[in-house]
């Protein structure tokens, strides 16, 4: 969190805690204001009733005595009753409404980076783009150069569009405005076609894959092959460029499991519970360098659901993570 972000929920935080604070000073005074007037209720009563003690027989004394004292701990324990019941109520709506203010600062300042790294995001590849046409348009160039400065277009294009395919199938997905189209699908020939752009994508990285053939589930092509992309673009974003990407994809008796695995950093296990959140990105934000909209994994967890299927992260070992999608049949 910025600091003006953090100074400001400083702030607000320090005032609520005052006014919850007034509160319960506010309850307590309360307390003691009617136990103080129902002492001199009970003085009062103590006091007529022994200014008619020589009138009074002593059985009709003692038993409106024990009345008077009677009634004096019935309302003191009433008064402690309520007392204790606005209390509870008190601090269960006060802490409701903390982690309530807490999530949207939280999430506030997580729409704000996910806005300036959209922003990044799609200039990038428009930019790169530009300019390789560009020099194609001005320099005269050997046909290596010109393949190569092709792909580079290709691939920033490719990444242009998953990234707006992102944004909009996550968008649609949260308002109910994306109408699903479950059909019977070659799993595997759709993994091997999604690694096959993967490699076209990144030459320089090496792609093993261990899948089982004829493999079908019942999905939608689109969002299946959305989350495929994902986690191989996450899996090359976080791992080293001489690391192997592993695919796996096999069927036991009620399972259809996918694997992604990478010999990158790995995930600290407090995140591990945080990366498919929205909008959440690993690490610091001021020294981050990978790119990303927090986007990617969150839209993989939310495809998963669709498909009745559950995405899970663990440690590859020596290095790495393994991400893992098992699909219930």
């Excluded at 509870?88 to 806005?115: C, D, E």
């Excluded at 277009?153 to 405005?177: F, H, K, P, Y």
């Excluded at 990285?205 to 999905?219: L, S």
């Excluded at 990478?262 to 360098?289: C, L, P, Q, V």
């Amino acid at each position: 969190m910025p600091g003006t972000a953090r100074k400001r929920f400083r702030l607000i935080t320090i005032i609520y805690w005052l006014l919850l604070l007034y509160i319960v000073a506010a309850l307590v005074w309360w307390f003691i204001s009617l136990e103080r007037q129902s002492q001199q209720i009970t003085d009062l009563h103590l006091t007529e009733l022994n200014s008619q003690k020589a009138t009074v027989d002593p059985e009709s004394f003692a038993r409106q005595l024990a009345k008077i004292e009677k009634d004096s701990k019935r309302n003191t324990e009433k008064y402690i009753a309520e007392g204790i019941t606005f209390l509870i109520l008190i601090l269960i709506g006060a802490f409701f409404v903390y982690r309530s203010v807490r999530r949207q600062f939280r999430m506030q300042y997580q729409q704000q980076n996910f806005m300036m790294a959209i922003t990044h995001e799609l200039k990038t590849p428009i930019s790169v783009a530009r300019l390789n046409l560009e020099t194609l348009q001005r320099y005269q160039l050997d046909e290596e150069k010109q393949t190569k400065l092709i792909r580079m277009t290709l691939q920033e294009t490719a990444r242009l569009d998953t990234l707006i395919n992102n944004i909009l199938v996550s968008s649609q997905m949260e308002g109910g405005g994306y109408l699903t189209s479950k059909e019977e699908l070659d799993f595997s020939s759709l993994l091997k076609d999604c690694i096959k752009q993967a490699k076209s994508r990144y030459p320089e990285r090496t792609f093993n894959e261990i899948i089982e053939d004829e493999i079908e589930i019942a999905g939608d092509p689109l969002l299946l092959q959305l989350m495929i992309s994902n986690l191989l673009e996450n899996a090359v974003k976080y791992s080293p460029k001489e690391k192997p990407i592993t695919c796996t994809l096999h069927r036991t008796n009620n399972e259809v499991i996918l694997n992604i695995i990478d010999e990158g950093t790995g995930i600290a296990d407090m995140e591990k519970s945080k990366i498919f959140e929205k909008f959440y990105r690993t690490g610091n934000e001021s020294t981050r360098k990978t790119q990303g909209t927090g986007l990617g994994l969150y839209l993989c967890r939310k495809i998963a659901e669709d498909h009745n299927a559950d995405i899970l992260v663990t440690n590859n070992e020596p290095a790495g993570s393994n991400f893992a999608i098992h699909f219930h049949l």
